[in-house]
Nanobody, 127 residues
């Protein structure tokens, strides 16, 4: 059973920073990709950043240079450092893990299927 638990969300002013964390249980980071997604009010869920099985990082264009994804394999923790936050970054942020099996409700990002999800953590950026 894969369990993902996010933490670190909150409210900040434009230009501020936040760090999100995701604790995972019973999952092998080194085999699969991990990612952060977000879903803003009235918007579709979208991928934000991903880390591949070999440790490479990928980002959606709108967050490049501002967000940084990282993982600590020893602690089974995925992180997302967010800087220069903008009001349009306001969203529920979700930690996700690639799944070899298709599950209803999953999303593709950079061609990989993410079927395991955390409950989400809210990020609110005020102008």
């Amino acid at each position: 059973q894969v369990q993902l638990v996010e933490s670190g969300g909150g409210s900040v002013q434009s230009g501020g920073s936040l760090r999100l964390s995701c604790a995972a249980s019973l999952y092998t980071y080194s085999r699969y990709w991990m990612a952060w997604f977000r879903q803003g009010p009235g918007k579709e869920r979208e991928g934000v950043a991903a880390i591949t099985s070999d440790g490479s990082t990928l980002y959606t264009e709108t967050v490049k240079g501002r967000f940084s994804i990282s993982q600590d394999n020893a602690k089974n923790t995925l992180s997302l450092q967010m800087t220069s936050l903008k009001p349009e970054d306001t969203a529920m942020y979700y930690c996700a893990a690639e799944s070899p099996t298709y599950y209803s409700g999953g999303y593709y990002y950079f061609g990989r299927y993410f079927g395991y999800w955390g409950q989400g953590t809210q990020v609110t950026v005020s102008s």
